[in-house]
Each structure stands twice: as structure tokens, then as C-alpha cells.
Nanobody
Framework: QVQLVESGGGLVQAGGSLRLSCAASGSIFRIDAMGWYRQAPGKQRELVARIFSGGSTNYADSVKGRFTISRDNAKNTLYLQMNILKPEDTAVYYC??????????WGKGTLVTVSS
């Protein structure tokens, strides 16, 4: 069993910052990639940022320069530092992990609300 637990969401004013965390636990012997996705009301889930086992990253164009994804391998924890937040960043943010040679896992999500 593998669990992903997100934390760090909340309400913030536009221009503010938040840091999301995702702790992975359970039977993990390889992390292929981890990432953050988000889903706003009435919209499809979209990729925000992803980090691969070698350390390479990619970001959605809408968050480039504002968000930074990072990972603490010793703690199996993923982070998303979100700066200069905008109302359009409001969404439920989900942690995703591809583990153990291709198995996908999802967290339950954490709500980020950015007020204007």
C-alpha cells in the first residue's frame, strides 16, 4: 500500500505565497516521477509541475517563473512553492506519483483559494 498525503493548502490573497507538501509512505522502492496537478471548478485536471527521478522538471506555462517543484528524497516528500499567486490559481491541488516502475498513485487533494 502506498499513501500520498498533501498539506499546505489554504486561503491567500493575490500576490501571496503558499508551500504545498506531499508525503509518500508505504511500499516504495523506486520513485519514477512525482508531480502536482490541479483542478479548478468546472475544469479538467491539469498538470502544474513534475519532477523526474533524475531531477529534471517541467512546468505548465501558466506557472513558470512563479512556482517551484522540489523533492526531498530522504523523506519521500514533494513540495510546491507557489509565489505571486493569482485568483486563477484557485483549485484543488493533487499530488501524483509514479512509483515502483510505473504504478500511478494520487493523493486526495488540498484546496488552494486565492482571493483578489
Amino acid at each position: 500500500q502506498v499513501q500520498l498525503v498533501e498539506s499546505g493548502g489554504g486561503l491567500v490573497q493575490a500576490g501571496g505565497s503558499l508551500r504545498l507538501s506531499c508525503a509518500a509512505s508505504g511500499s516504495i522502492f523506486r520513485i519514477d516521477a512525482m508531480g502536482w496537478y490541479r483542478q479548478a471548478p468546472g475544469k479538467q485536471r491539469e498538470l502544474v509541475a513534475r519532477i523526474f527521478s533524475g531531477g529534471s522538471t517541467n512546468y505548465a506555462d501558466s506557472v513558470k517563473g512563479r512556482f517551484t517543484i522540489s523533492r526531498d528524497n530522504a523523506k519521500n516528500t514533494l513540495y510546491l512553492q507557489m509565489n505571486i499567486l493569482k485568483p486563477e490559481d484557485t483549485a484543488v491541488y493533487y499530488c501524483n506519483a509514479v512509483l515502483n516502475y510505473g504504478m500511478p498513485y494520487w493523493g486526495k487533494g488540498t484546496l488552494v483559494t486565492v482571493s483578489s
